[in-house]
């Protein structure tokens, strides 16, 4: 059996953890295992993680504790329990486990992208210089897009791999559209929707400004947040000052994003920056039409037609404009080989053959 360390910063229910446990739920584990090393305190997936066969690993706080952090690390790596480790990363900022992997003999070490910026500025400059270490740190480099690569790697060879989604949970049911309507209190609504971590790559305090040009377009619209973060709170006083609380749902983390999407009519998607955007897929696979702003598209992550582009210098009214233009459109129906492009077994099969490929050159 190959047993995999995945390193990340924590297990909650951000789009990284759950492109890993979307490979974990689909993975040959009479073949391959996962375990988790982790540097916060977030276990939205303990519980699942636990019955699946895994194990999971706490490693001190970074950068506060990065000499103790460090030294964690090097401990359980001189064990020897892994062949391979698997680092998941939004910068080249930690590379901690990287170093560490390397020092105990790791046969493959992945440094896997899945963003393209660093979450402070300050912290590009420490990224540009790392990044020249990557090459003597990594047997692999693998990104979520071309963007997130070339941001991560530069001129270095890595791999492009689709985050792998359950795509079939993600067609559109008109049941689940019903219950979630009645259940939020948006039934005869214009229903505006997002999916997102309340952080400030995501722009919720734009999408505010949106919403409200919306409504004097579209009196009867709501606006659907699902997801918590650290700035939820200023995201609902900031509702609440633009007198719009009464219309702004915030949903909080929900285990039935999929029957979400299916009540929303029209995704409205903002980001600042994204390494795909896996909810702007979803929202593509559920047929939703989407209003996205223009610097987030990366070629992968647009999957259907009925995508309206707009750019974050535009004012919201325009924005407004193109959201209130989706009312009544159908959804939209992807095909089967588009589909296939993001399927969660069809990406696991690959890294599956990736995992093997590194130790054994292909043989399982």
């Known amino acids: 059996m190959i047993r995999i360390l995945h390193v990340l910063g924590g297990l909650g229910y951000g789009g990284t953890e759950n492109v890993i ?3 974990y739920r689909s993975i040959d584990r009479s073949r391959f295992q996962f375990d988790f090393l982790i540097r916060s305190g977030d276990m939205a997936f303990g519980d699942e993680i636990t019955r699946l066969g895994g194990r999971i690993y706490q490693a001190p706080t970074f950068p506060r504790h990065a000499c103790s952090n460090y030294a964690y690390t090097k401990r359980l790596l001189q064990s020897g329990q892994w062949d391979i480790v698997h680092v998941h990363a939004n910068a080249a900022i930690y590379l901690g486990a990287l170093a560490a992997a390397k020092h105990c003999g790791v046969r493959c070490v992945i440094l896997h992208s899945h963003n393209v910026r660093a979450k402070h500025a300050p912290l590009n ?6 990044r020249l270490r990557l090459p003597g740190l990594t047997t692999v480099r693998i990104a979520c897009s071309e963007p997130a690569g070339r941001w991560m790697f530069g001129n270095q060879s890595f791999l492009v791999m689709n985050n ?13 559209r019903t219950a979630v309507r009645k259940q ?3 039934e005869d609504s214009y229903v505006v929707g997002n999916v997102g971590r309340f952080v400030e790559q995501k722009n919720h305090l734009f999408l505010l400004k949106i919403f409200s040009e919306l409504r004097n377009l579209i009196p009867n619209s709501k606006l659907l947040l699902v997801g918590d973060g650290e700035l939820r709170r ?31 009519d029209v995704f409205v998607f903002p980001s600042k920056y994204e390494g795909l955007g896996i909810a702007l897929v979803e929202a593509q696979l559920c047929g939703l039409p989407c209003v996205v ?25 325009e924005w407004a404009r193109s959201t209130a233009d989706c009312r009544g459109k159908p959804r939209a129906e992807i095909p089967e080989q588009v589909r296939l492009l993001h399927d969660r077994a069809a990406i696991t099969h690959q890294l599956e053959d990736l995992y093997s490929k590194e130790l054994w050159g292909g043989r399982s």
């Open 125 to 130: 400059l420490v990224h540009r210089l790392n």
């Open 164 to 176: 792998g989604i359950e795509t079939d949970c993600f067609r559109f049911h008109a049941e689940q």
């Open 21 to 23: 446990m979307n490979w």
């Open 184 to 186: 939020l209190g948006l």
């Open 293 to 317: 702003s223009r610097e987030i598209i990366s070629g992968n992550n647009l999957l259907s037609d009925d995508v309206i582009l707009r750019s974050l210098q535009e004012p919201p009214a």
């Open 234 to 264: 200023q995201t609902e006083a900031e509702a609440k000052r633009m007198d719009l609380d009464a219309d702004v749902v915030f949903a909080g983390n929900r285990n039935d994003v999929a029957a979400c999407l299916s009540a929303m």
